[in-house]
């Protein structure tokens, strides 16, 4: 009996010490983290309105106050670090720790910015910085930017650790769902939106140190801009309409001369034979003309093709580079500048009744395209001449309203590829080409791939009505690629005699199809001319023609094998340069993996 008693007593003291250790070990720490876990939670929303606020000096303050409760959340959670061997507690504290250095890089980039706040929008005292003329403003960004970027690689270092830390969380062992409260999906949000951004300022860390020698801080830098219209959609974007020479020496910029493509072309005393493509599908058109040179999907392989016909013009310039544009730019650039008034004419970002697009796109055309009976001067060189108030207004804007917003919005258009970057120079080449500015058709390895790509041929400006919808559905190794073309629209007055403004007639569309090499087509339907099969830039190319009338549809369907040695877990979709609100679903064994529109290269995956 007494055994028992013993026994007994054992066990209930070993129950009550369990109940304490647990007490002691685990309730109250997760309690005592769930607690200053609030207060640091109410803390950084207050972070993120001092940020909407713009000023740098209450900024600092708020992210010095911040990290000093992450610190003291952070002593709190360790508490129960000795946990992590269950894999919900490792989760959480390298989540804490990413956090660590995720506070540690925004606390050096605010101490790298401040001393020039104004410049890159946000206020500080007085600044006289915004009393400055246009030129002085950029001479002394430029000049501020050598020191700005001694500071890159300890805030890069800091972000490549935080994403570290964050990648080996794994969100598909949380509940999709806890109530109403959507869990899983949240946190691989969260995750995927930080490794987007950590990749892209850890890739950005060349370009962001060349910046300055881009701008001309070591000698004066000479550009080409080509304008795309992507209305009338190329390979790289859209017909090269008009072209501009501009030189840069530590910000100071002077414009050297602006013009019509057709005045470069008219500078070449002869040209040579179209190439193939050009003679296969381009109506009317014999000899290769440098509006026509960007043929390749690939930028930089296009600008070898325009400078094969730039080295024989009278006009020539050796340049260090070439940025490409696409109307979206302008049209953005007027969203935020508001109208802009060029040679009594203005330019609107509104919408215009009579094509159902920006004002600036129809006033364009209609200045550029509209047969008149009298000679007009200047045509398509007011393009250039409205580039350049667009960029003085920017520069003469005040940097606290409008820079930022300016900064958002031209690397959004970089990323979606409405403009494109070359630089003759091959270390800030590579630079551009790894955060994926420069239009280039990537090496997809052992991965699946897709592009497509679609040329209007003497179509009018008809990729302004034309939409598209592309379906990809993989079955094992088998795969079937179709693509819709609408033009709801009517068909545009193109009579010349009567002076009518040819916008929307028959789109008439050379289209290339590029997946991983040794694919083997089966079928290809909807191509008015005979399908090509051929290898390009890596990649096998499946080639036809096709035309989508006014008011009408065409549909092209193709079916192909994927070679043995490709993976169909990941496919990368690169879209094409210039293009927008084209959709894309893709499905892979029977399941829908993504349905969207195609704004940015996607790497969709399986599971």
């Keep these: 009996m007494r055994k028992k008693s013993k026994v007994l007593l054992a066990s209930v003291l070993l129950i009550i010490s369990f109940i304490a250790f647990c007490y002691f ?25 001092t940020f909407s606020k713009n000023d740098i000096t209450l900024l600092k303050t708020k992210m010095t106050d911040f990290s000093a409760q992450y610190q003291d959340f952070q002593k709190t959670a360790q508490s129960i670090y000795w946990l992590s061997f269950v894999p919900y507690v490792s989760d959480f504290k390298n989540g804490v720790e990413a956090g660590e250095y995720i506070i540690k890089a925004g606390i050096e980039s605010v101490k790298a910015i401040e001393p020039y706040a104004d410049l890159i929008g946000f206020k ?16 002394t960004a430029v000049l501020t930017l050598d020191k700005l970027v001694e500071k890159v690689d300890p805030i890069a270092k ?17 509940p999709k769902k806890i109530g109403n409260l959507v869990i899983r999906e949240r946190l691989t949000e969260l995750i995927d939106q930080f490794t987007g951004l950590s990749s892209l300022f850890v890739d950005a860390k060349p370009l962001i140190k060349k910046l300055p020698e881009i ?28 072209y501009a020479v501009f030189k840069i020496k530590d910000g100071k910029m002077s414009i050297v001369s602006s013009d019509d493509i057709y005045s470069l072309d ?39 093709l325009f400078e094969s ?40 970002a509104d919408i215009d009744k009579r094509c159902d697009c920006p004002s600036v796109i129809y006033t364009l055309f209609d200045i550029v395209d509209r047969p008149v009976g009298y000679i007009k001067e200047n045509r398509k060189g007011i393009l ?30 970089l990323q979606k590829k409405h403009i494109l970057l070359y630089f003759v120079d091959d270390e ?34 008809s990729n302004m009505f034309v939409s598209e919808e592309i379906q990809s559905v993989t079955k094992g190794r088998e795969r079937e690629i179709t693509v819709n073309y609408k033009n709801p629209y009517p068909h545009s007055d193109c009579n010349l005699e009567r002076g009518g403004l040819c916008l929307n007639a028959t789109l008439r569309n050379w289209v290339r199809i590029y997946v991983p090499s040794g694919s083997k087509l089966v079928e290809f339907q909807g191509s008015l001319k005979k399908v090509q099969v051929y290898d390009d830039l890596g990649k096998t190319v499946f080639e036809g023609y096709l035309e989508v009338p006014t008011q009408g549809k065409a549909t092209i369907k193709v079916k192909y094998t994927l070679p043995s040695n490709i993976s169909t877990n990941t496919i990368l979709v690169q879209k094409q340069p210039g293009v927008e609100n084209q959709t894309l679903t893709v499905f892979i064994d029977n399941k829908k993996v993504y349905d969207g529109v195609l704004d940015t290269d996607k790497e969709i995956n399986k599971y």
């Design 309 to 348: 016909l730039y080295q024989k013009s009278s006009l020539r310039v050796k340049y260090d580079g070439i940025i490409a544009m696409d109307s979206k730019v302008l049209v953005d650039l007027l969203k935020i500048f508001g109208n802009i008034y060029v040679s009594g004419i203005k330019f609107s």
């Design 124 to 139: 500080k005292g007085e600044s006289s910085f915004v009393d400055k003329s246009a030129e002085e403003r950029l001479h």
């Design 215 to 242: 701008l001309g801080s070591k000698k004066e830098k000479t550009y080409l801009i080509l304008y795309q219209n992507d209305k009338e959609r190329r390979a790289t974007g859209g017909f090269l309409t008009f």
């Design 266 to 304: 008219s500078s070449i005393a002869s040209h040579p034979k179209a190439p193939p493509e050009i003679l296969t599908y381009h109506k009317g058109v014999n000899l290769f003309y440098i509006r026509d040179s960007n043929l390749s999907p690939d930028f930089k392989e296009s600008v070898k």
């Design 25 to 49: 070990s685990v309730y109250r720490p997760i309690a005592a983290i769930n607690k200053k876990s609030k207060t640091l939670i109410a803390s950084a929303k207050q972070l993120k309105e």
């Design 428 to 461: 800030i080449q590579k630079a551009v080409e790894q955060v994926n500015f420069a239009g280039r058709i990537k090496d997809s390895k052992n991965n699946d791939y897709l592009h497509i790509n679609n040329v209007n041929f003497a179509g009018a400006k």
């Design 384 to 413: 250039g001449e409205l580039m350049y108030v667009l960029f003085q207004t920017a520069l003469r804007s005040s940097p606290s309203k409008y820079w930022g917003k300016l900064t958002e919005v031209m690397l959004d258009d």
């Design 158 to 174: 800091d972000i490549d650790l935080a994403n570290e830390k964050l990648s080996k969380i794994n969100p598909n062992r949380y």
